[in-house]
């Protein structure tokens, strides 16, 4: 029984951690390519997951069609973002410290934007939206929701990975992440590059936010959880999309273990230490890739 | 209290919190999204002195900053050597873990009910005159030598540690100095509003004091000052509800750092000199 348990919040953990993993690699790609934390990859998740939100409670739409509309609504609305809160500052070739503030402040701004909107409480997806709740594998419990996380996450895995390795724009994004100059001095687009970034980020951003909306609730503050995305990429090595990623499953289910273990109060306090001793006993991150430029 | 007064002593101290942050952030460089943590230490320990244990508020106050220094020792000791953003990395945790534990223990902090009846002590005297020790004191640092090997270090690490800056020792001292500010912000704010909860002290609130740095002129301190008092002072003034405000106090910040990068100010600093120079006699011209 108690190995049971054991593998059930595995199993909790790890859909966790896969939606944390979405966070952080759309954070990590726009973070690769332009070398600051974009905090404002929040607030793209939290418009995502309302205009999920008012589809699927207002026009009753199904579950697929509201998942697209959130990815849309991702892509749409990061590159909105760039255009507003980085374009001016990259042309003008400003520091990269510009790009932290003006990003946090259109995390609060767009964060407003849902308040003043939808009140400051708590909404959920409509029951109906899913047919089936729970499924059940012998002693074990799964529920949808948790399922349907991974399963996404894992095809938007493949997905970006397709991208990223085969495509043009993809290889076009990695040689912008490893040296923007040295990439436009190619002959290639920069503009473009980056307005490409954006979208891949916002379409990972939009699926995040209306897959944690579905799982969890929703509530205007749900753009903060981009800080998983922060600690992961950290913990995980800048610059190493798939540090970044096991760093944020790992993340995922210590979480769920220490609050089923010790309690929500206290989960913070030993993240704390642990990330303290992680940082301590290997700076490099878990992908090893070392990165000294940041602001 | 008349709300002007009640609302200009709140500026008050919370400005003192942004110089902590525009020494840290805006001179040496350094993000940290755990200061509202030390500001929230200073103000739980502090009134916790005072209310359970019946300490004089002198003695109180000492105490909640010698608190936050130690930690800030702790928390920058493990983590500055290492990258930067592993720092801000490192605070932001830290700062996680000391809301949760006010959370969680509910029978020294009340949880997250929040701590009450904790008496006004903060007279606007002591308000104003801490504030203007505040900036005298961070004026005189960015004067120092000191100061000046701040900003060696913010524009270029390696090259101010070839020059013979001991870089680590020298942000742990930012560091804690920022803290014990911070701190000593929470207990003005503690004994001013006589209620403290955690929530007041999440990540957010850090990042706000950031936002004020350069939105007033990281290199101006005439430019901090002023910005934080019209960025504090903003959401009281713009009188709609607190949404739509804080939508327009984003936009504002938006649009100036876009159009101004370097901040409102700027390197303007307010000085004496224009005025003393009229005062000075006159250098005649040669006649040839």
């Known amino acids: ?295 | 209290m008349s709300f002007i007064l009640t609302i200009s002593l709140s500026i008050a101290a919370y400005s003192i919190a942004v110089l902590g942050t525009f020494m840290l952030t805006g001179m040496n460089g350094l993000f940290s999204l755990g200061q509202a943590a030390f500001m929230g230490l200073g103000a739980y320990v502090s009134a916790i002195m005072v209310v359970n244990y019946n300490l004089p508020f002198a003695l109180a106050v000492l105490i909640a900053i010698l608190v936050a220094m130690g930690l800030a020792v702790l928390v920058g000791f493990a983590t500055l050597r290492i990258r930067q953003d592993f720092f801000a990395l490192a605070t932001f945790g830290f700062g996680q873990a000391v809301t949760g534990l006010m959370t969680e223990m509910v029978n020294v902090t009340g949880g997250a009910m929040g701590f009450s009846n904790i008496p006004r002590l903060t007279t606007p005297t002591l308000a104003f005159t801490s504030l203007a020790v505040a900036i005298f004191f961070v004026w005189g640092f960015r004067k120092s030598h000191f100061g000046k090997d701040s900003l060696a270090i913010r524009s270029n690490e390696l090259a101010a540690k070839v020059e013979g800056i001991d870089v680590f020792k020298h942000k742990l001292t930012v560091f804690v100095l920022s803290a014990a500010f911070a701190a000593y912000a929470g207990v003005l704010m503690a004994f001013h509003t006589r209620y403290v909860e955690p929530a007041m002290y999440g990540w957010i609130a850090s990042v706000t004091w950031i936002i004020i740095v350069f939105f007033g002129g990281r290199d101006s301190l005439t430019g901090t000052v002023l910005g934080s008092i019209i960025l504090l002072a903003a959401p009281e003034a713009l009188r709609f509800t607190t949404a739509w405000r804080t939508l327009i106090y984003c936009v504002l910040i938006l649009v100036i750092i876009n159009l101004r990068p370097r901040g409102l100010f700027g390197t303007w600093e307010l000085s004496l000199r224009p005025i003393l120079n009229l005062f000075k006699p006159k250098k005649h011209q040669e006649v040839q």
Do not use: C
């Open chain 1, 1 to 295: 029984m108690q190995v049971m348990v054991l593998l059930q919040q595995v199993i909790n953990g790890l859909s966790l951690g896969a939606v944390y993993a979405l966070i952080a690699v759309g954070y990590a790609l726009v973070f690769n390519v332009l070398k600051f934390s974009n905090f404002a990859h929040g607030g793209v998740l939290g418009i995502s997951a309302y205009a999920g939100y008012i589809v699927a409670n207002q026009l009753h739409w199904p579950l697929i069609p509201v998942i697209l509309v959130g990815i849309l609504t991702g892509a749409v609305v990061a590159v909105l973002v760039e255009l507003i809160a980085f374009r001016w500052i990259r042309l003008q070739k400003g520091q990269l410290v510009y790009f932290f503030v003006t990003s946090v402040t259109m995390l609060m701004a767009l964060e407003q934007v849902l308040i003043i909107r939808f009140g400051a409480s708590f909404e959920s997806f409509p029951y109906t939206l899913l047919k089936v709740k729970v499924i059940h594998l012998g002693e074990l419990t799964v529920s949808i929701t948790y399922l349907l996380s991974l399963v996404l996450t894992i095809i938007a895995f493949s997905v970006l990975l397709y991208i990223l390795k085969k495509t043009k724009i993809g290889i076009a994004i990695r040689a912008a992440s490893n040296d923007l100059v040295a990439t436009s001095l190619m002959g290639i687009n920069v503009d473009q590059i980056i307005v490409a970034t954006f979208i891949v980020s916002g379409l990972l951003g939009g699926l995040s936010g209306v897959l944690y909306g579905i799982s969890a609730s929703l509530s205007p503050q749900i753009g903060q959880i981009v800080i998983k995305g922060f600690i992961a990429s950290v913990l995980g090595g800048l610059g190493s999309l798939k540090g970044v990623a096991i760093a944020a499953v790992a993340l995922g289910v210590f979480e769920v273990f220490l609050v089923a273990t010790i309690g929500s109060g206290l989960t913070p306090v030993v993240i704390f230490l642990l990330m303290v001793i992680f940082l301590l006993v290997r700076p490099q991150g878990f992908a090893g890739v070392s990165f000294t430029d940041k602001a």
